[in-house]
């Protein structure tokens, strides 16, 4: 158990090996294209459509202590996830910005 750097308060999970959708087992790591939904408050996320496709290659995620801090969130299974944080001047993702392209530079 770690406290991390403490600048955005909250817990990491991993996903559960047992996720299902649709009668079929989700893999971990989640791997792939998935749409994020933003904060319209989030700078980061200016001139970017809600539900655009960002890439994720992860098998843990932020459960965000405060709700405010979470500038983008996505589904993988029945778990929504932050999936992009902001607060004061932080600003951190859990998808690839490289691989994610226009959206993520």
């Known amino acids: 158990r770690y406290a991390g750097l403490g600048l955005l308060p909250g817990t990491v999970r991993r996903f559960p090996l047992d996720m299902v959708e649709r009668d079929e087992r989700l893999k971990v790591p989640h791997m792939g294209w998935n749409a994020i939904n933003f904060n319209p408050a989030a700078p980061l996320f200016r001139n970017v459509d809600q539900g655009s496709y960002v890439y994720f290659v ?3 995620y932020c459960d965000a202590e405060d709700p405010d801090d979470v500038a ?12 992009a944080a902001w607060k004061d001047n932080i600003m951190a993702t859990q998808f690839h910005p490289e691989k994610s392209q226009a959206i993520g530079l």
């Open 58 to 60: 992860h098998s843990y």
């Open 72 to 83: 983008a969130s996505c589904r993988y299974g029945d778990i929504e996830f932050c999936a």
